[in-house]
């Protein structure tokens, strides 16, 4: 069974992201993102991961976000962005990405995704569907948005 962890902000997870730089997808790294949150050790961090022994396999940021400017829900509400999901490239199809999906997926709140490197099929097997709000589509790149269980969407 694999497990999940909250990243610690420090240099250690910053080398541990470097070795994802080798698998090329430059868009997806969060060195910069991670370097940025350096100067304050206190602060929660939005990184989680997978690791096989002491190698990080895996990696996304996750954060819930206010639907306040230009709410993409009717009513609003608050909902988790699950950005720069990535999977390194000897760890592909051991379900590790499917274990991030899960953990973001236990906060029970709407998830909008952004399909990167062609991973639209990936998010639509674990429920994601197209994100129907036209002003998020001006802001993004394929956004995706999983439901929980029970979620009424008005239209």
Request: charged share 30%.
């Amino acid at each position: 069974m694999v497990e999940v962890k909250h990243l610690a902000i420090n240099y250690k997870t910053v080398d541990d992201f470097k070795k994802f730089r080798e698998y090329g997808a430059q868009e997806l790294q969060m060195t910069k993102e991670l370097e940025g949150n350096m100067m304050d050790a206190d602060i929660d961090s939005p990184f989680y991961g997978i690791y096989v022994g002491d190698n990080l396999a895996a990696r996304m940021c996750l954060y819930k976000k206010e639907d306040t400017h230009q709410p993409i829900f009717d009513p609003p509400q608050d909902y988790m962005v699950i950005w720069k999901l990535e999977v390194l490239e000897k760890y592909r199809g051991k379900g590790f990405g499917s274990e991030l999906i899960d953990y973001a997926k236990q906060f029970n709140m709407p998830i909008k995704a952004i399909s990167r490197q062609n991973a639209r099929p990936f998010f639509e097997r674990h429920g994601f569907e197209t994100l129907k709000y036209d002003i998020e589509r001006d802001m993004a790149d394929d956004p995706l948005v999983w439901y929980p269980k029970g979620y009424v969407l008005n239209e």
